[in-house]
């Protein structure tokens, strides 16, 4: 079984074609971040108009690679949402239009449930695990217990990971996209320099925040004056800056962790084993929160299952991957799939 997949969601355009026993024969990802950098943020009508720009080139790049014609597919899956709708109208047309003219199932995939799979690709991960999905948009704790069946365990209440670890890089100065800058910062700063809170540790449930934090880190880097260097110029306070990112990686180490450990013991009680912990998602790239989660996952008896950080990121790759496991079931999409910008996996 061969799928292409493509994804559009946000601000890569990425094409990419995997095989049923988890082969990648092809992963491109063209990022558009130089022309989101002046900006700060990504702006949804430049990914749409990148996205058309790119789209046709990048998957007949994908195919080639692959060496195959569509004619040798078994199915097309694309990122239906949720996301930035442009940019999902972009990739969402040309999987139809290929489908419909090589006459292939269409797979409209939850960009989530891609990330939640893709722990899955090239492994033999089985059913169920607990998962950490840790996004520029989401913050999830769920147990996968198959294709499709997710059970919610806790969430964010206001901002996600990845959001915070952008605007704490914005706030700083450290430059875009944000979550590579902080921990990039974060490796040469002590993180015992500032005192940040730990917002919803100890309180009973598995649910998250990180304003309070995001808001802490603001009043921290007020008080220590750093706030007036140019973007992507630490000037003379790259040390306290540092030090400030590295305290605010450790505080999210800090609450991810203990979330973990508790969703952990719930996962024991409802399906009678150890996890595995999956983390999944842009956030899981980080390096510091992956040793955190390790630690989590071996004291509970458990292990960590991490893909590697270029699959954690927004891919195609991940989105080929949930078009096999969906189309082996048979659940394949009509062509007049209408693409949504919110969708709750
Ligand atoms: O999954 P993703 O590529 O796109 C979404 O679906 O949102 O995640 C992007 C998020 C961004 O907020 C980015 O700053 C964050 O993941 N991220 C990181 C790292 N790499 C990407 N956060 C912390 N450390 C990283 N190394
Ligand atoms: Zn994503």
Redesign the pocket.
């Known amino acids: 079984m061969t799928v292409l997949g493509i994804e559009t969601?946000?601000d890569?355009t990425a094409a990419a074609v995997v095989t049923g026993d988890g082969r990648i024969l092809a992963n491109l990802v063209l990022s558009q971040l130089d022309e989101h950098r002046p900006y700060g943020g990504v702006v949804p009508e430049i990914a749409a108009r990148s996205h058309l720009d790119h789209i046709d080139r990048l998957v007949e790049e994908a195919m080639a690679e692959a060496g195959l014609e569509f004619g040798a597919l078994d199915g097309i899956a694309v990122t239906a949402g949720p996301?930035l709708i442009g940019g999902v109208f972009v990739g969402v047309m040309t999987a139809k239009a290929i489908a419909l003219a090589w006459d292939l199932p269409f797979l409209a995939v939850n960009?989530?449930e891609g990330?939640a799979l893709t722990a899955r690709l090239g492994t033999d991960l089985a059913f169920p695990y607990l998962l950490l999905l840790?996004?520029?948009?989401?913050c999830q704790l769920l147990a996968v217990e198959g294709v499709g069946c997710y059970s919610r365990l806790g969430g964010t209440i206001d901002d996600?990971?990845?959001?915070a670890?952008?605007k704490t890089?914005k706030l700083l100065g450290l430059g875009y996209?944000?979550?590579?800058?902080?921990?990039r910062a974060a490796a040469d700063g002590d993180p015992a320099a500032f005192a940040l809170p730990r917002p919803m540790i100890g309180r009973p449930g598995l649910d998250f925040s990180f304003s309070g934090l995001k808001t802490a880190v603001r009043h921290a880097a007020q008080a220590a004056d750093l706030l007036d260097d140019p973007p992507g110029d630490a000037g003379n306070d790259a040390g306290r800056k540092a030090d400030l990112a590295a305290a605010f990686?450790e505080a999210v180490g800090d609450i991810l962790a203990e979330r973990c450990g508790k969703a952990l013991d719930l996962f024991r009680e409802r399906y009678g084993k150890a996890g595995p912990l999956v983390v999944?998602?842009?956030?899981?790239?980080?390096?510091?929160?992956r040793e955190r989660l390790d630690g989590v996952a071996r004291a509970a008896g458990s292990e960590l299952m991490a893909p590697p950080?270029a699959l954690?990121?927004?891919?195609a790759a991940m989105i080929a991957w949930a078009g096999v496991e969906r189309l082996r079931l048979g659940l394949t999409d009509p062509l007049d799939f209408a693409a949504r910008p919110r969708w709750p996996l």
């Open positions: 969601s946000c890569e996301g960009h989530l990330h840790v996004s520029g948009g989401h996600a990971v990845g959001e670890f952008d890089a996209p944000g979550g590579p800058a902080v921990e990686q999944a998602g842009g956030v899981a790239a980080n390096r510091h929160l950080p954690c990121t927004d891919n």
